[in-house]
């Protein structure tokens, strides 16, 4: 990761965010509706934590075959998925509940997904959401060298295959969480003195991941095994959940900030970037399926990336609307608005992108 901090430009002269925001701060105000999250993403979080949670009760109490396990590992590594982007992203983004106590527990809830507090705030709240799409600074860019997600990064032969490879690859997200990133995450973060928020004791941190670890290998692989499960079973159920839930969560990622229409752009000698920080999200980020009501409910509204982009203390129950807004004034502005109408086509530019990409840079 590059050590020099991009900055970005200070001058609007469109006005784009200071219109923007009035008419979005109008339309709570005028409405007497708060920002956060109502009714529906509670009913939500109880709907996907029983997704979660009831395959496992019945992986332990029932006797079944590894068919109809492997089945309910599936739909727990949904669960897991939904759980990840409706309940612990706006948890950790403070846009659950107006009260903190609130957010953190369900910002916590990260932890049984295998994942940590600490590093996913520093690596989603700080260096993606700060710095969209810069290469060297948006971590959501890397992938180490077995995937090339913008021009500016190394290209070998292999990266020729990338668009036929990387979706195989894409389900090992979260069983990378539970056995190797965190552990390199904090290394990094801790020695870089990155915090949201303020800044913690690094023995607290530490403490915090080695317990949380354990805890989780107890009651995700020990506890299984104890009630009478194959450990073979276990380790396959396991893998299965991750890997489905890895799926999902990396596929509507990508397609918010890989695909032909985003851009990646480059800090100048100064280390400056071209537009203001608002302006900038609108270049590097796509919505797509708008109006798809299942993909909305599922996605936690992640399928308008924009709107969640420009306004992440927002709870995503409101984006819709707020979408209405955004795409007026853009258009007022002359500013891009990138949008695809289904998922499918979504999907489709995002691994044309990632072929394209991957041929050699001379000849691309």
Not at 109 to 136: D, E, F
Not at 166 to 178: C, H, I, M
Not at 259 to 268: E, F, G, I
């Amino acid at each position: 990761m590059s050590t020099t901090v991009p900055t970005f430009s200070t001058q609007d002269n469109l006005k784009f965010f200071r219109t923007l925001n009035s008419r979005v701060n109008n339309y709570f105000k005028e409405n007497n509706i708060p920002k956060t999250g109502n009714w529906k993403i509670h009913l939500k979080a109880i709907i996907l934590f029983t997704v979660f949670l009831t395959p496992y009760l019945m992986i332990l109490s029932l006797e079944m075959s590894i068919w109809y396990q492997l089945l309910l590992n599936i739909l727990m590594g949904v669960g897991m998925a939904g759980i990840g982007m409706n309940v612990m992203h706006d948890g950790n983004h403070g846009a659950y509940s107006s009260k903190s106590w609130v957010n953190k527990i369900m910002g916590g809830s990260i932890y049984v997904l295998a994942g940590n507090v600490y590093n996913w705030q520093v690596q989603h709240n700080v260096l993606h959401h700060t710095y969209t799409n810069i290469h060297g600074h948006d971590e959501d860019l890397e992938a180490g060298r077995i995937i090339r997600f913008t021009q500016d990064a190394p290209w070998y032969k292999f990266h020729k295959f990338q668009h036929y490879y990387s979706f195989f690859l894409y389900g090992l997200l979260t069983v990378n969480w539970a056995l190797t990133t965190d552990w390199k995450q904090m290394r990094s973060y801790l020695r870089r003195n990155l915090s949201y928020g303020a800044a913690q004791s690094p023995a607290k941190l530490w403490t915090v991941l080695v317990i949380t670890k354990i805890i989780y290998a107890l009651i995700w692989i020990v506890l299984p095994i104890l009630v009478g499960v194959t450990w073979w079973k276990v380790i396959l159920g396991f893998f299965v959940m991750h890997y489905t839930a890895g799926i999902i969560l990396s596929i509507v990622f990508q397609l918010a900030h890989v695909v032909d229409d985003t851009a990646n752009p480059v800090p100048n000698e100064n280390g400056e970037i071209e537009n203001t920080w608002a302006i900038h999200q609108l270049y590097t980020t796509a919505n797509f399926a708008p109006k798809n009501k299942i993909v909305n409910w599922f996605t936690g509204g992640l399928n308008h990336q924009i709107e969640h982009h420009l306004y992440p203390h927002i709870s995503h129950i409101h984006y819709g609307k707020i979408a209405e807004f955004v795409k007026q004034t853009a258009k007022e502005c002359n500013l891009p608005y990138h949008e695809f109408k289904t998922t499918r086509s979504a999907i489709w530019a995002h691994f044309k992108h990632l072929k394209n990409l991957g041929q050699k840079p001379q000849l691309a």
